[in-house]
């Protein structure tokens, strides 16, 4: 037979990844369309590149390419600058986003941010959410910290920015294994954006088959967070787990 336990936890802070979560942008991420046109590389030794470091210009990104896989074409060179140049302009609020983190602020909680991104990319970020960079009280960036999800780093930074424990802060991203599994390892409370369903089947499955620890909560879209019992008025929830008797 299945019981819930329950236990009293304050929700201080809620921390959200940015892609997807906050923003959507181009179907096809940098790293993998760079992988592509250098070849003979992946999209995660490219991410490791381009996400890991602060770059300022297209001839930057070439630069920081170029000395971790040699020289490249100028066919691979041109791509690089026009990918950089699309990518800051890319990002666009996903409809509701901005209005539900103001709300949370208003409600007394704090907010962070933690995301695998790249410098053209976190422009357009800025220029399409600026309200949201206003009132966080914590930001960390991949290119900022030199570590990518689900490495716990930048997870334990954040909570070190907003000076409060994991069981205090509420994690909420798109992506189960960088978002939400790094953040029940934590002990964070966690809610999944279920906004790309089709990029999550395999957790999906896994979830379903109790062969990976659940969500808190799941929601299709970041509007639906403001009803969760998490944010209640007086901060104050209840915390469910399954077991079996
Ligand atoms: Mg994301």
């Known amino acids: 037979m299945i019981t819930r336990k329950s236990k009293t936890v304050a929700v201080k802070a809620v921390v959200f990844d940015i892609g997807a979560t906050l923003v959507t942008g181009p179907p096809v991420a940098p790293n993998k369309i760079i992988a592509s046109v250098i070849g003979c590389t992946t999209p995660s030794e490219v991410a490791a590149v381009i996400m890991t470091q602060p770059l300022f210009s297209p001839v930057d990104a070439v630069a920081a390419l170029e000395a971790k896989f040699g020289p490249l074409s100028t066919d691979a060179s041109r791509a690089v600058e026009e990918l950089w140049n699309s990518q800051a302009n890319a990002a666009q609020e996903i409809g509701g986003s901005v209005e539900t983190v103001l709300t949370l602020k208003k409600r007394g909680f704090k907010i962070g941010l933690v995301s695998d ?22 930001v960390v960036l991949s290119f900022e910290t030199g570590r990518r999800k689900p490495d716990l780093f930048n997870f334990n930074r954040v909570l070190e920015e907003l000076h409060i424990e994991a069981s205090e802060a509420v994690m909420i991203g798109d992506t189960y294994e960088h978002d939400i599994l790094p953040a029940i390892e934590l002990g964070m409370h966690t809610i999944w954006v279920l906004a790309r369903p089709e990029r999550e089947k395999d957790y999906i499955v896994r979830l379903l088959n109790a062969d990976s620890p659940t969500p808190e909560f799941t929601v299709l879209d970041i509007t639906q967070i403001l009803h969760l019992p998490l944010f209640c008025r007086d901060r104050v929830t209840t915390k469910t787990s399954l077991s079996e008797v």
């Not at 991104?117 to 914590?138: F, G, K, N």
């Open 117 to 138: 991104i790249w410098t053209p990319y976190y422009l357009s970020v800025q220029r399409a959410i600026p309200d949201i960079l206003e009132v966080s009280d914590a």
